[in-house]
RNA sequence: GGUCCGAUGGCCGAGUGGCUAGGCUCAGCUCUGCAAAAGCUGCUACAGCGGUUCGAAUCCGCUUCGGACCUCCA
Protein backbone atom coordinates (compact mmCIF):
# COMPACT_ATOMS: atom_id res chain seq x y z
CA UNK A 1 0.00 0.00 0.00
CA UNK A 2 1.05 4.13 -0.25
CA UNK A 3 2.15 3.70 3.28
CA UNK A 4 4.69 0.88 5.18
CA UNK A 5 2.92 1.46 8.67
CA UNK A 6 1.64 -1.57 9.19
CA UNK A 7 -1.89 -1.80 10.16
CA UNK A 8 -3.12 -3.53 13.30
CA UNK A 9 -6.17 -4.35 14.59
CA UNK A 10 -8.06 -5.68 17.66
CA UNK A 11 -9.77 -9.00 16.91
CA UNK A 12 -12.53 -9.71 19.26
CA UNK A 13 -12.40 -13.67 18.64
CA UNK A 14 -9.26 -13.73 19.23
CA UNK A 15 -9.11 -11.01 21.91
CA UNK A 16 -5.41 -9.73 20.63
CA UNK A 17 -4.03 -6.95 18.62
CA UNK A 18 -3.10 -8.84 14.68
CA UNK A 19 -1.57 -7.23 12.34
CA UNK A 20 -4.01 -6.83 9.36
CA UNK A 21 -3.43 -8.68 6.60
CA UNK A 22 -6.12 -8.95 3.91
CA UNK A 23 -7.25 -12.10 2.32
CA UNK A 24 -7.06 -10.32 -1.68
CA UNK A 25 -5.32 -7.00 -0.86
CA UNK A 26 -5.50 -4.37 -2.14
CA UNK A 27 -9.55 -5.47 -1.77
CA UNK A 28 -10.65 -5.49 1.87
CA UNK A 29 -14.40 -6.92 2.00
CA UNK A 30 -15.81 -5.27 5.76
CA UNK A 31 -19.80 -5.74 6.37
CA UNK A 32 -21.17 -3.81 9.44
CA UNK A 33 -24.24 -4.32 11.11
CA UNK A 34 -26.92 -1.35 10.30
CA UNK A 35 -29.87 -0.12 11.71
CA UNK A 36 -32.98 -1.48 12.60
CA UNK A 37 -34.89 1.21 10.60
CA UNK A 38 -38.30 1.58 12.93
CA UNK A 39 -37.66 4.88 14.54
CA UNK A 40 -35.44 6.91 14.84
CA UNK A 41 -31.44 6.59 15.26
CA UNK A 42 -29.90 8.22 18.46
CA UNK A 43 -26.45 9.40 19.74
CA UNK A 44 -24.99 6.24 20.54
CA UNK A 45 -25.92 4.73 17.48
CA UNK A 46 -24.09 7.33 15.51
CA UNK A 47 -20.93 6.30 17.45
CA UNK A 48 -20.68 2.95 16.36
CA UNK A 49 -21.42 4.22 12.49
CA UNK A 50 -18.69 6.37 13.17
CA UNK A 51 -16.36 4.09 14.37
CA UNK A 52 -16.23 1.99 11.01
CA UNK A 53 -16.37 4.83 9.06
CA UNK A 54 -12.93 5.86 10.58
CA UNK A 55 -12.02 2.03 9.65
CA UNK A 56 -13.37 2.38 5.92
CA UNK A 57 -11.68 5.85 5.50
CA UNK A 58 -8.21 4.77 6.80
CA UNK A 59 -8.51 1.80 5.10
CA UNK A 60 -9.37 3.50 1.76
CA UNK A 61 -6.67 6.23 2.62
CA UNK A 62 -4.25 3.83 3.20
CA UNK A 63 -5.05 2.61 -0.44
CA UNK A 64 -7.28 -0.27 -0.28
CA UNK A 65 -9.94 -0.43 -2.43
CA UNK A 66 -12.70 -1.50 0.28
CA UNK A 67 -16.17 -3.05 -0.69
CA UNK A 68 -18.07 -1.59 2.16
CA UNK A 69 -21.43 -3.93 3.20
CA UNK A 70 -23.93 -2.01 5.55
CA UNK A 71 -27.10 -3.46 5.91
CA UNK A 72 -30.62 -1.67 6.48
CA UNK A 73 -32.64 -3.88 8.98
CA UNK A 74 -35.88 -3.97 7.69
CA UNK A 75 -37.92 -7.14 8.92
CA UNK A 76 -37.68 -9.66 11.42
CA UNK A 77 -36.32 -7.49 14.57
CA UNK A 78 -38.86 -9.10 17.26
CA UNK A 79 -39.49 -6.57 20.35
CA UNK A 80 -39.48 -7.95 23.73
CA UNK A 81 -37.57 -10.72 25.23
CA UNK A 82 -38.82 -14.22 23.30
CA UNK A 83 -39.14 -14.96 19.76
CA UNK A 84 -42.97 -14.50 20.00
CA UNK A 85 -42.90 -10.35 19.86
CA UNK A 86 -43.74 -8.53 17.44
CA UNK A 87 -42.19 -7.23 14.64
CA UNK A 88 -40.52 -4.16 15.29
CA UNK A 89 -41.27 -2.65 11.90
CA UNK A 90 -45.02 -3.66 11.69
CA UNK A 91 -45.70 -2.73 15.42
CA UNK A 92 -44.57 0.81 14.36
CA UNK A 93 -46.66 0.67 11.39
CA UNK A 94 -49.86 -0.08 13.11
CA UNK A 95 -48.86 1.96 15.68
CA UNK A 96 -48.50 4.90 12.86
CA UNK A 97 -51.09 3.43 11.03
CA UNK A 98 -48.54 3.38 8.15
CA UNK A 99 -47.64 0.78 5.51
CA UNK A 100 -44.69 -0.69 6.74
CA UNK A 101 -42.55 0.15 4.15
CA UNK A 102 -43.54 3.71 4.80
CA UNK A 103 -41.73 3.00 8.16
CA UNK A 104 -38.98 1.72 6.61
CA UNK A 105 -38.38 4.55 4.32
CA UNK A 106 -38.95 7.50 6.48
CA UNK A 107 -36.75 6.22 9.24
CA UNK A 108 -34.17 4.93 6.39
CA UNK A 109 -34.55 8.81 5.30
CA UNK A 110 -33.82 10.28 9.27
CA UNK A 111 -30.71 7.66 9.30
CA UNK A 112 -29.15 9.09 5.64
CA UNK A 113 -29.84 12.80 7.10
CA UNK A 114 -28.02 12.05 10.21
CA UNK A 115 -25.01 9.93 8.91
CA UNK A 116 -24.59 13.03 5.92
CA UNK A 117 -24.86 15.82 9.19
CA UNK A 118 -21.99 13.69 10.65
CA UNK A 119 -20.04 13.41 7.69
CA UNK A 120 -20.05 9.65 7.90
CA UNK A 121 -19.72 8.08 4.53
CA UNK A 122 -21.99 6.22 2.24
CA UNK A 123 -21.20 2.63 2.21
CA UNK A 124 -20.57 0.70 -0.87
CA UNK A 125 -23.46 -1.33 -0.72
CA UNK A 126 -26.37 -1.22 1.71
CA UNK A 127 -28.47 -3.63 1.22
CA UNK A 128 -31.83 -4.66 3.41
CA UNK A 129 -33.25 -7.60 4.62
CA UNK A 130 -36.98 -7.89 2.70
CA UNK A 131 -34.87 -7.22 -0.68
CA UNK A 132 -33.26 -10.63 0.23
CA UNK A 133 -36.15 -13.46 1.24
CA UNK A 134 -35.23 -15.50 -1.40
CA UNK A 135 -31.60 -15.64 -0.44
CA UNK A 136 -32.68 -16.09 3.12
CA UNK A 137 -34.84 -19.45 2.33
CA UNK A 138 -32.24 -20.82 0.53
CA UNK A 139 -29.48 -20.49 3.65
CA UNK A 140 -32.48 -22.09 5.86
CA UNK A 141 -32.67 -25.00 3.21
CA UNK A 142 -28.76 -25.45 3.50
CA UNK A 143 -28.76 -25.31 7.14
CA UNK A 144 -31.48 -28.41 7.23
CA UNK A 145 -30.00 -30.39 4.71
CA UNK A 146 -26.50 -30.12 7.22
CA UNK A 147 -28.70 -31.03 10.02
CA UNK A 148 -28.73 -27.97 11.92
CA UNK A 149 -31.86 -27.10 11.44
CA UNK A 150 -35.59 -28.30 11.79
CA UNK A 151 -39.13 -27.01 11.72
CA UNK A 152 -41.81 -27.07 13.83
CA UNK A 153 -45.35 -25.72 13.27
CA UNK A 154 -44.20 -23.82 10.36
CA UNK A 155 -41.29 -22.36 11.58
CA UNK A 156 -37.72 -23.03 11.32
CA UNK A 157 -34.98 -23.04 14.08
CA UNK A 158 -31.16 -23.57 14.69
CA UNK A 159 -30.20 -26.61 16.65
CA UNK A 160 -27.22 -24.64 18.85
CA UNK A 161 -26.58 -27.82 20.67
CA UNK A 162 -25.96 -30.03 17.28
CA UNK A 163 -24.15 -27.37 15.76
CA UNK A 164 -21.46 -27.27 18.91
CA UNK A 165 -21.20 -30.93 18.58
CA UNK A 166 -19.76 -30.04 15.28
CA UNK A 167 -18.70 -25.84 15.90
CA UNK A 168 -17.41 -24.25 19.08
CA UNK A 169 -20.14 -21.64 19.92
CA UNK A 170 -19.92 -19.14 21.83
CA UNK A 171 -15.99 -18.39 20.72
CA UNK A 172 -16.72 -14.71 20.15
CA UNK A 173 -18.19 -13.62 23.06
CA UNK A 174 -16.74 -16.32 25.32
CA UNK A 175 -19.70 -18.17 26.47
CA UNK A 176 -20.03 -22.03 27.47
CA UNK A 177 -22.39 -24.18 25.68
CA UNK A 178 -23.51 -25.35 29.53
CA UNK A 179 -23.55 -22.34 31.37
CA UNK A 180 -25.76 -20.72 28.77
CA UNK A 181 -28.26 -23.39 29.58
CA UNK A 182 -27.46 -22.58 33.09
CA UNK A 183 -28.29 -19.48 33.10
CA UNK A 184 -31.12 -18.81 29.69
CA UNK A 185 -33.98 -17.81 31.58
CA UNK A 186 -37.34 -19.97 30.03
CA UNK A 187 -39.59 -17.80 28.66
CA UNK A 188 -42.85 -18.12 27.22
CA UNK A 189 -43.78 -18.86 23.83
CA UNK A 190 -40.81 -21.33 23.35
CA UNK A 191 -41.88 -24.95 23.72
CA UNK A 192 -41.81 -25.23 19.63
CA UNK A 193 -37.74 -25.09 20.01
CA UNK A 194 -36.03 -28.29 20.89
CA UNK A 195 -33.62 -26.35 23.67
CA UNK A 196 -33.44 -22.70 25.02
CA UNK A 197 -30.67 -21.77 23.25
CA UNK A 198 -32.21 -22.42 19.73
CA UNK A 199 -33.21 -19.47 17.73
CA UNK A 200 -35.10 -18.65 14.67
CA UNK A 201 -34.42 -18.77 11.36
CA UNK A 202 -38.03 -18.55 9.87
CA UNK A 203 -41.35 -17.47 11.79
CA UNK A 204 -44.34 -18.58 10.60
CA UNK A 205 -46.87 -15.51 10.78
CA UNK A 206 -50.13 -15.12 12.13
CA UNK A 207 -52.95 -13.31 10.03
CA UNK A 208 -52.35 -9.97 11.84
CA UNK A 209 -48.90 -10.33 10.51
CA UNK A 210 -48.15 -7.23 7.86
CA UNK A 211 -44.97 -8.74 6.53
CA UNK A 212 -45.39 -11.72 5.53
CA UNK A 213 -43.51 -14.11 2.67
CA UNK A 214 -44.22 -17.77 1.63
CA UNK A 215 -41.44 -20.35 1.86
CA UNK A 216 -41.97 -23.86 2.00
CA UNK A 217 -42.66 -23.75 5.89
CA UNK A 218 -45.07 -21.40 6.24
CA UNK A 219 -45.68 -17.87 5.39
CA UNK A 220 -43.71 -16.03 7.60
CA UNK A 221 -40.64 -13.74 7.76
CA UNK A 222 -36.97 -14.70 8.53
CA UNK A 223 -35.06 -14.48 11.83
CA UNK A 224 -32.98 -11.73 13.02
CA UNK A 225 -29.69 -13.25 12.71
CA UNK A 226 -30.26 -14.36 9.48
CA UNK A 227 -29.95 -11.37 7.07
CA UNK A 228 -26.39 -10.63 8.02
CA UNK A 229 -25.53 -13.71 7.00
CA UNK A 230 -27.13 -14.08 3.98
CA UNK A 231 -25.48 -10.48 2.67
CA UNK A 232 -22.65 -10.63 3.93
CA UNK A 233 -22.33 -13.73 1.98
CA UNK A 234 -23.94 -12.43 -0.96
CA UNK A 235 -21.74 -9.60 -1.75
CA UNK A 236 -18.40 -10.63 0.14
CA UNK A 237 -18.27 -14.44 -0.02
CA UNK A 238 -18.11 -16.90 2.54
CA UNK A 239 -14.32 -15.64 4.08
CA UNK A 240 -14.07 -11.82 4.20
CA UNK A 241 -11.92 -9.59 6.17
CA UNK A 242 -13.75 -7.18 8.48
CA UNK A 243 -16.98 -7.68 10.65
CA UNK A 244 -17.75 -4.77 12.84
CA UNK A 245 -20.73 -3.32 15.10
CA UNK A 246 -21.90 -2.64 18.46
CA UNK A 247 -20.31 -4.23 21.31
CA UNK A 248 -23.88 -5.01 22.05
CA UNK A 249 -24.37 -7.42 19.25
CA UNK A 250 -21.69 -9.34 20.16
CA UNK A 251 -23.93 -12.13 21.69
CA UNK A 252 -26.43 -13.16 20.31
CA UNK A 253 -26.82 -11.70 17.35
CA UNK A 254 -22.88 -12.32 16.00
CA UNK A 255 -22.47 -15.24 17.36
CA UNK A 256 -25.62 -16.48 15.80
CA UNK A 257 -24.19 -15.24 12.68
CA UNK A 258 -21.27 -17.58 12.65
CA UNK A 259 -23.07 -20.36 13.47
CA UNK A 260 -25.34 -19.86 10.91
CA UNK A 261 -22.81 -19.49 8.58
CA UNK A 262 -20.86 -22.25 9.81
CA UNK A 263 -23.87 -24.45 9.65
CA UNK A 264 -24.71 -23.91 6.09
CA UNK A 265 -21.41 -24.25 4.34
CA UNK A 266 -19.94 -26.70 6.94
CA UNK A 267 -16.89 -24.48 7.08
CA UNK A 268 -15.94 -22.52 10.38
CA UNK A 269 -15.65 -18.89 11.26
CA UNK A 270 -14.20 -17.22 8.10
CA UNK A 271 -14.24 -13.05 9.12
CA UNK A 272 -10.82 -12.21 9.75
CA UNK A 273 -11.25 -9.60 12.03
CA UNK A 274 -14.68 -9.32 14.07
CA UNK A 275 -14.42 -5.66 15.49
CA UNK A 276 -16.78 -4.25 18.13
CA UNK A 277 -17.24 -0.72 19.04
CA UNK A 278 -18.13 0.15 22.86
CA UNK A 279 -21.03 1.94 24.00
CA UNK A 280 -22.05 5.86 24.43
CA UNK A 281 -22.58 6.06 28.23
CA UNK A 282 -24.51 8.85 29.87
CA UNK A 283 -23.81 9.29 33.82
CA UNK A 284 -21.87 6.23 33.02
CA UNK A 285 -24.53 3.86 32.31
CA UNK A 286 -24.93 2.78 28.27
CA UNK A 287 -27.03 5.19 26.12
CA UNK A 288 -30.14 3.16 25.35
CA UNK A 289 -33.91 3.78 24.37
CA UNK A 290 -35.44 1.94 26.81
CA UNK A 291 -33.14 3.70 29.46
CA UNK A 292 -34.78 7.22 28.71
CA UNK A 293 -31.21 8.50 28.09
CA UNK A 294 -30.96 8.78 24.83
CA UNK A 295 -31.36 12.07 22.72
CA UNK A 296 -31.20 12.58 18.88
CA UNK A 297 -28.71 14.20 16.91
CA UNK A 298 -31.08 16.52 16.13
CA UNK A 299 -32.19 17.15 19.81
CA UNK A 300 -28.31 17.56 20.58
CA UNK A 301 -27.60 20.07 17.96
CA UNK A 302 -30.70 22.27 18.90
CA UNK A 303 -30.13 21.59 22.55
CA UNK A 304 -33.81 20.50 23.15
CA UNK A 305 -33.15 18.20 25.76
CA UNK A 306 -33.45 17.72 29.75
CA UNK A 307 -29.90 16.26 29.27
CA UNK A 308 -28.36 19.01 27.21
CA UNK A 309 -27.64 22.75 28.22
CA UNK A 310 -27.27 23.98 24.80
CA UNK A 311 -26.76 22.81 21.54
CA UNK A 312 -23.70 21.10 19.72
CA UNK A 313 -22.35 20.99 16.33
CA UNK A 314 -22.37 17.85 14.90
CA UNK A 315 -18.14 18.51 14.02
CA UNK A 316 -18.21 19.18 17.77
CA UNK A 317 -19.76 16.10 18.90
CA UNK A 318 -17.99 13.77 15.72
CA UNK A 319 -14.35 15.36 17.56
CA UNK A 320 -15.57 14.64 20.92
CA UNK A 321 -16.23 11.36 19.98
CA UNK A 322 -12.53 11.17 18.33
CA UNK A 323 -11.21 12.02 21.13
CA UNK A 324 -12.07 9.04 22.64
CA UNK A 325 -10.56 5.30 20.95
CA UNK A 326 -13.45 3.07 20.15
CA UNK A 327 -12.78 0.16 21.85
CA UNK A 328 -13.50 2.12 25.27
CA UNK A 329 -16.80 3.59 26.37
CA UNK A 330 -16.95 6.95 26.32
CA UNK A 331 -19.36 9.12 28.66
CA UNK A 332 -21.03 11.83 27.45
CA UNK A 333 -21.56 14.88 29.16
CA UNK A 334 -21.99 18.99 28.49
CA UNK A 335 -18.61 19.61 30.20
CA UNK A 336 -16.47 17.34 27.88
CA UNK A 337 -18.54 18.37 24.83
CA UNK A 338 -17.75 21.67 25.46
CA UNK A 339 -14.04 21.43 26.07
CA UNK A 340 -13.88 19.39 22.77
CA UNK A 341 -15.90 22.60 21.39
CA UNK A 342 -12.71 24.89 22.27
CA UNK A 343 -10.17 22.25 21.06
CA UNK A 344 -11.76 21.73 17.80
CA UNK A 345 -12.34 25.26 17.27
CA UNK A 346 -8.22 26.40 18.11
CA UNK A 347 -7.54 23.20 16.09
CA UNK A 348 -9.81 24.61 12.97
CA UNK A 349 -8.48 28.21 12.91
CA UNK A 350 -4.89 26.60 12.74
CA UNK A 351 -5.87 24.22 10.02
CA UNK A 352 -7.50 27.31 8.37
CA UNK A 353 -4.37 29.93 9.07
CA UNK A 354 -2.25 26.94 6.84
CA UNK A 355 -3.36 28.06 3.48
CA UNK A 356 -1.91 31.70 4.13
CA UNK A 357 0.96 30.07 5.98
CA UNK A 358 3.99 32.54 5.32
CA UNK A 359 6.97 30.09 3.86
CA UNK A 360 10.35 30.95 3.03
CA UNK A 361 11.70 30.62 -0.28
CA UNK A 362 15.24 28.99 1.13
CA UNK A 363 15.36 26.09 3.51
CA UNK A 364 18.37 27.44 4.99
CA UNK A 365 16.78 28.20 8.48
CA UNK A 366 13.99 25.99 8.49
CA UNK A 367 13.87 22.80 10.28
CA UNK A 368 10.31 21.91 10.77
CA UNK A 369 9.98 17.59 11.65
CA UNK A 370 6.94 17.14 8.50
CA UNK A 371 8.44 13.72 8.47
CA UNK A 372 8.40 13.06 12.39
CA UNK A 373 4.82 14.27 12.20
CA UNK A 374 3.96 11.91 9.34
CA UNK A 375 5.15 8.94 10.89
CA UNK A 376 3.76 9.63 13.87
CA UNK A 377 0.15 10.18 12.55
CA UNK A 378 0.84 6.69 10.96
CA UNK A 379 1.52 5.03 13.68
CA UNK A 380 -1.23 5.80 15.71
CA UNK A 381 -3.64 5.04 12.85
CA UNK A 382 -1.93 1.76 13.04
CA UNK A 383 -2.44 0.77 16.42
CA UNK A 384 -5.71 -0.26 16.21
CA UNK A 385 -6.97 3.51 14.86
CA UNK A 386 -6.33 5.30 17.99
CA UNK A 387 -7.42 8.20 17.03
CA UNK A 388 -7.03 10.71 20.34
CA UNK A 389 -3.12 10.17 19.78
CA UNK A 390 -3.81 11.05 15.68
CA UNK A 391 -5.77 14.62 17.53
CA UNK A 392 -2.68 15.01 20.03
CA UNK A 393 -0.50 14.71 17.45
CA UNK A 394 -2.17 17.62 15.24
CA UNK A 395 -2.50 19.46 18.09
CA UNK A 396 1.07 19.41 18.06
CA UNK A 397 0.91 20.56 14.62
CA UNK A 398 -1.37 23.48 15.55
CA UNK A 399 1.87 24.37 18.04
CA UNK A 400 3.93 24.94 14.89
CA UNK A 401 1.68 26.54 12.63
CA UNK A 402 1.08 29.01 15.21
CA UNK A 403 4.44 29.25 16.12
CA UNK A 404 5.11 30.01 12.12
CA UNK A 405 2.24 32.36 12.21
CA UNK A 406 3.62 34.83 14.75
CA UNK A 407 7.01 34.63 13.52
CA UNK A 408 8.86 32.29 15.62
CA UNK A 409 9.51 29.71 13.45
CA UNK A 410 10.05 29.67 9.92
CA UNK A 411 8.92 27.00 7.50
CA UNK A 412 9.88 26.04 3.97
CA UNK A 413 7.63 25.84 1.24
CA UNK A 414 8.30 22.39 0.54
CA UNK A 415 7.95 21.91 4.24
CA UNK A 416 4.35 23.63 4.05
CA UNK A 417 3.35 21.89 1.35
CA UNK A 418 4.53 18.92 2.95
CA UNK A 419 2.31 19.81 6.02
CA UNK A 420 -0.96 20.39 4.08
CA UNK A 421 -0.54 17.28 2.52
CA UNK A 422 -0.68 15.57 5.98
CA UNK A 423 -3.41 18.02 7.65
CA UNK A 424 -5.39 16.98 4.31
CA UNK A 425 -4.96 13.59 4.63
CA UNK A 426 -5.53 13.40 8.77
CA UNK A 427 -8.05 16.21 9.44
CA UNK A 428 -10.39 15.98 6.30
CA UNK A 429 -9.57 12.35 4.63
CA UNK A 430 -9.07 10.09 7.70
CA UNK A 431 -10.47 12.29 10.90
CA UNK A 432 -13.36 13.09 8.10
CA UNK A 433 -13.59 16.59 9.79
CA UNK A 434 -14.88 19.55 8.24
CA UNK A 435 -14.70 23.30 8.77
CA UNK A 436 -17.89 24.43 10.22
CA UNK A 437 -18.58 28.24 9.85
CA UNK A 438 -17.78 30.95 7.79
CA UNK A 439 -13.97 31.78 7.37
CA UNK A 440 -11.85 34.83 8.75
CA UNK A 441 -12.84 37.92 6.85
CA UNK A 442 -15.21 36.03 4.37
CA UNK A 443 -18.90 36.77 4.52
CA UNK A 444 -21.76 36.40 1.99
CA UNK A 445 -23.51 39.05 1.13
CA UNK A 446 -23.17 43.30 2.07
CA UNK A 447 -21.82 42.12 5.15
CA UNK A 448 -18.19 41.58 4.75
CA UNK A 449 -17.45 44.97 3.22
CA UNK A 450 -18.91 46.88 5.54
CA UNK A 451 -17.11 44.64 8.42
CA UNK A 452 -14.23 45.53 6.58
CA UNK A 453 -15.12 49.24 6.59
CA UNK A 454 -16.03 49.26 9.84
CA UNK A 455 -12.66 47.88 11.05
CA UNK A 456 -10.77 50.07 8.72
CA UNK A 457 -12.42 53.22 10.54
CA UNK A 458 -11.52 51.77 13.71
CA UNK A 459 -7.69 50.67 12.33
CA UNK A 460 -7.72 55.15 11.49
CA UNK A 461 -8.98 56.03 15.07
CA UNK A 462 -6.66 53.81 16.55
CA UNK A 463 -3.55 55.33 14.74
CA UNK A 464 -5.45 58.62 16.02
CA UNK A 465 -4.96 57.39 19.79
CA UNK A 466 -8.69 57.53 19.68
CA UNK A 467 -9.12 54.56 22.05
CA UNK A 468 -12.88 55.09 23.07
CA UNK A 469 -13.97 55.20 19.18
CA UNK A 470 -11.74 52.37 18.84
CA UNK A 471 -13.43 50.02 21.47
CA UNK A 472 -16.96 51.14 21.03
CA UNK A 473 -16.42 49.91 17.40
CA UNK A 474 -15.16 46.85 18.74
CA UNK A 475 -17.68 46.76 21.09
CA UNK A 476 -20.77 46.89 19.46
CA UNK A 477 -19.39 44.34 16.50
CA UNK A 478 -18.75 42.13 19.61
CA UNK A 479 -22.49 42.23 20.50
CA UNK A 480 -23.59 41.16 16.68
CA UNK A 481 -21.00 37.83 17.30
CA UNK A 482 -18.26 39.26 15.23
CA UNK A 483 -14.76 38.90 16.69
CA UNK A 484 -11.74 42.06 16.24
CA UNK A 485 -7.96 40.96 16.78
CA UNK A 486 -5.25 43.00 16.04
CA UNK A 487 -2.29 41.59 15.21
CA UNK A 488 0.94 42.99 13.70
CA UNK A 489 -0.22 42.89 9.79
CA UNK A 490 -3.41 44.76 10.73
CA UNK A 491 -6.83 44.44 12.26
CA UNK A 492 -8.98 41.57 11.39
CA UNK A 493 -12.59 40.19 11.92
CA UNK A 494 -14.09 37.07 12.53
CA UNK A 495 -17.87 35.82 13.06
CA UNK A 496 -18.17 33.26 15.54
C1' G B 1 -26.58 -15.91 39.83
C1' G B 2 -23.04 -16.70 35.37
C1' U B 3 -19.40 -14.46 31.91
C1' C B 4 -16.45 -10.36 30.75
C1' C B 5 -14.59 -5.36 31.17
C1' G B 6 -13.16 -0.97 33.65
C1' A B 7 -11.30 2.39 37.95
C1' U B 8 -5.68 7.64 35.41
C1' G B 9 -4.43 14.80 37.63
C1' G B 10 -10.09 20.06 38.82
C1' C B 11 -12.94 17.71 34.22
C1' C B 12 -12.62 14.64 29.58
C1' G B 13 -9.36 11.08 27.84
C1' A B 14 -4.63 8.19 25.72
C1' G B 15 -0.91 5.07 27.45
C1' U B 16 0.63 -1.66 29.25
C1' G B 17 7.46 -2.61 32.73
C1' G B 18 12.02 2.63 32.93
C1' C B 19 11.28 7.89 28.45
C1' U B 20 6.26 15.04 28.52
C1' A B 21 0.05 11.87 25.70
C1' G B 22 -3.40 15.45 24.20
C1' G B 23 -7.76 18.60 24.97
C1' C B 24 -10.53 21.71 28.48
C1' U B 25 -10.27 24.46 33.15
C1' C B 26 -7.44 27.41 36.72
C1' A B 27 -3.07 30.68 38.15
C1' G B 28 1.26 33.54 36.67
C1' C B 29 4.12 35.60 32.71
C1' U B 30 5.35 37.40 27.39
C1' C B 31 3.14 40.16 23.52
C1' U B 32 -0.43 44.25 23.38
C1' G B 33 -3.01 51.27 24.15
C1' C B 34 -6.57 47.84 26.46
C1' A B 35 -8.60 43.30 24.90
C1' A B 36 -8.72 38.95 21.99
C1' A B 37 -5.57 35.47 19.78
C1' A B 38 -0.95 33.05 20.25
C1' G B 39 3.20 31.44 23.17
C1' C B 40 5.77 30.10 27.83
C1' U B 41 5.51 28.33 32.97
C1' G B 42 2.98 26.03 37.00
C1' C B 43 -0.92 22.70 39.20
C1' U B 44 2.48 16.15 37.39
C1' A B 45 -2.17 11.71 38.34
C1' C B 46 -2.58 6.54 37.94
C1' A B 47 -9.10 3.14 43.38
C1' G B 48 -7.04 0.48 48.03
C1' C B 49 -3.83 -3.38 50.08
C1' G B 50 -0.14 -7.04 49.24
C1' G B 51 3.38 -9.50 45.77
C1' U B 52 6.97 -10.14 41.38
C1' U B 53 11.09 -6.88 39.59
C1' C B 54 17.08 -3.18 39.80
C1' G B 55 12.49 -0.54 38.43
C1' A B 56 5.05 -1.06 38.01
C1' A B 57 -0.08 3.41 36.33
C1' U B 58 1.54 -0.80 33.27
C1' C B 59 2.55 -7.92 35.43
C1' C B 60 0.16 -11.28 39.54
C1' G B 61 -3.30 -11.85 43.86
C1' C B 62 -7.02 -9.95 47.05
C1' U B 63 -10.53 -5.95 48.38
C1' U B 64 -13.85 -1.93 47.22
C1' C B 65 -16.66 0.58 43.57
C1' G B 66 -18.73 1.00 38.61
C1' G B 67 -20.32 -0.91 33.89
C1' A B 68 -21.65 -4.37 29.81
C1' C B 69 -23.62 -8.96 28.18
C1' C B 70 -26.56 -13.29 29.58
C1' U B 71 -33.57 -10.84 26.55
C1' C B 72 -34.61 -6.43 21.80
C1' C B 73 -30.43 -3.08 21.68
C1' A B 74 -25.07 0.45 17.87
Known amino acids: MSDHTPLYIQNSLSREKELFTPLNA ?20 VRTFLTFD ?69 PSIEPSATGHIVEQIE ?30 YGQLSGR ?76 PHHECEIAQNAGATGE ?3 VGYWMHGNMLTVNGRKMAKSEGNGFTPDELITGNHPLLERGYSPMTVRFFMLQGHYASTLDFSNAALQAAEKGLDRLMKSVEALENLPATSADDNANVPIEDFAQRCANAMGD ?38 LINGYFFEVLGLQ ?44 DLGVTIKDGKEGSSWNRE
Open 268 to 270: GNS
Open 139 to 168: MIKQIIERGYGYEANGSVYFNVRKFNEDFP
Open 384 to 421: DFNTPILISVLFDAVKLINNVQDGRTVISQAQKEALET
Open 26 to 45: PYVGMYVCGPTVYSNVHLGN
Open 54 to 122: IVYRHLSFLGYQVRYVRNITDVGHLTGDSDDGEDKIGKKARLENLEPMEIVQKYTNDFHDVMRVFNIER
Open 435 to 478: IEGSKEGEESGEAGPLLDLLVQLRSDAKSNQDWSTADSIRKALS
Open 176 to 251: KIDDLLNNTRVLDGQDEKNDPLDFALWKKADASHLMKWPSPWSEGFPGWHLECSVMSTKYLGHAFDIHGGGMDLKF
